[in-house]
């Protein structure tokens, strides 16, 4: 039982770190603490961390959100006529997605047509397998036969 003491105490604790906290101050007390001071320290630690990225991803949501309110509208007037004519002769966003979006179900419908083919010839494939096997076995049974009929 001394043993297992002198053990507990001599086992050196490893900390974890974070993108948040990565360096030894971020922590309190020494290598060798105990587990029991290390584990106050060690939740402080993990509580501070979701802390921290909890701050983070409501700051990243409150930007998304601030980008989807501006509206961006381009100053046509500082393009020149060729530029101006090619803006109005190119594809719209609408245009594009609807195409998008058609390409998208084409893919779909040949994913579809791909997989049932294979299916298909897979089920083909063990058909065949098990009539060679058949043969097969057929063919031994009569040569077994014949060799005890001899």
Not at 68 to 97: C, H, M, R, W
Request: with cysteine.
């Amino acid at each position: 039982m001394e043993d297992n003491a002198n053990v507990q105490q001599n086992i050196v604790i490893r900390r974890r770190s974070s993108l948040f906290c990565s360096g030894s101050g971020e922590y309190s007390g020494s290598a060798s603490a105990s587990p029991s001071t290390y584990k106050p320290s060690y939740e402080n630690q993990l509580t501070k961390e979701i802390e921290s990225w909890s701050r983070l991803l409501r700051n990243k949501i409150h930007e998304i959100h601030e980008h989807k309110q501006t509206i961006l509208e381009l100053d046509s007037s500082i393009l020149s006529a060729e530029q101006q004519a090619y803006l109005n002769t190119g594809p719209s966003v609408e245009s594009f997605v609807q195409s998008s979006n058609e390409f998208c179900h084409l893919l779909e419908r040949y994913i579809q047509r791909k997989s049932f083919i294979t299916q298909r010839y897979d089920a083909i494939l063990r058909e065949a397998r098990a009539q060679v096997d058949t043969k097969a076995m057929e063919l031994v049974e009569k040569s077994l036969l014949s060799k005890e009929i001899e």
